[in-house]
């Protein structure tokens, strides 16, 4: 059974950062493209980073600039580094890992990130 695990999260000042771990098990993971999500009360999820086997990298507009998103294949680990954090950077992000042009679709229970003003 494909496992993903986040770590990382917590409470932090503005302008602090955070560094957010996904660690995949049971899968083949150099191969997927994984990706950060979040998803805050009352709002629908949000595609924040997602990164692909190759390395290409793609970012929400509200993150630009400010989160870096990486992977570690050795590790079968995805990152994503979260600097001067807004309140609204405020979620439960969750990890997915995705198997382009396939049904495998992953993710993991989530990690909760709270910006304090």
């Known amino acids: 059974q494909v496992q993903l695990v986040e770590s990382g999260g917590g409470l932090v000042q503005a302008g602090g950062s955070l560094r957010l771990s996904c660690a995949a098990s049971?899968?083949?993971?150099?191969?997927?493209?994984m990706g950060w999500n979040r998803q805050a009360p009352g709002k629908q999820r949000e595609l924040v980073a997602t990164?692909?086997?190759?390395?290409?990298?793609n970012y929400a507009d509200s993150v630009k600039g400010r989160f870096t998103i990486s992977r570690d294949n050795a590790k079968n680990t995805v990152y994503l580094q979260m600097n001067s954090l807004k309140p609204e950077d405020t979620a439960v992000y969750t990890c997915?890992?995705?198997?382009?042009?396939?049904?495998?679709?992953?993710w993991g229970q989530g990690t909760q990130v709270t910006v304090s003003s």
């Open positions: 997915n890992a995705r198997q382009i042009g396939t049904s495998n679709d992953y």
């Open positions: 990164i692909t086997s190759g390395g290409s990298t």
């Open positions: 049971r899968i083949a993971f150099n191969i997927y493209t």
